[in-house]
């Protein structure tokens, strides 16, 4: 079994920074792609960033461009999403979620870190 953990989270005033921390335990963490959800209040949940097992295939959605990065270390069992230029509208719970090798769906997901943004 995997658990994910979240840190990182709080609260930032806009064009402030923020670097949201998942550290998973269990071997799995090891086989498959990392991807960091948000949630917000009155909204649908949305896929914010993804990487792949060997850190080389990345994705954002389009108001993550230029401004989040992710990253992990599989030795460490770890995967960061750095956001920068935060804006009023990052606000939200993100959760680190994990797919169980070749799945397309994610199997293991964190309890999530609020971030809030305030102009």
């Known amino acids: 079994q995997v658990q994910l953990v979240e840190s990182g989270g709080g609260s930032v005033q806009a064009g402030g920074s923020l670097r949201l921390s998942c550290t998973a335990s269990g071997r799995a963490f090891s086989s498959g792609r990392m991807g960091w959800f948000r949630q917000a209040p009155g909204k649908e949940g949305e896929l914010v960033a993804s990487?792949?097992?060997?850190?080389?295939?990345?994705t954002y959605t389009d108001s993550a461009k230029g401004r989040f990065t992710i990253s992990r270390e599989n030795t460490n069992n770890t995967a960061d999403l750095q956001m920068d230029r935060l804006k009023p509208e990052d606000t939200a719970v993100y959760y680190c979620a994990l797919r169980d090798g070749d799945s397309q769906s994610y199997k293991y997901w964190g309890q999530g870190t609020q971030v809030t943004v305030f102009s």
């Open positions: 990487i792949s097992l060997n850190g080389l295939s990345t």
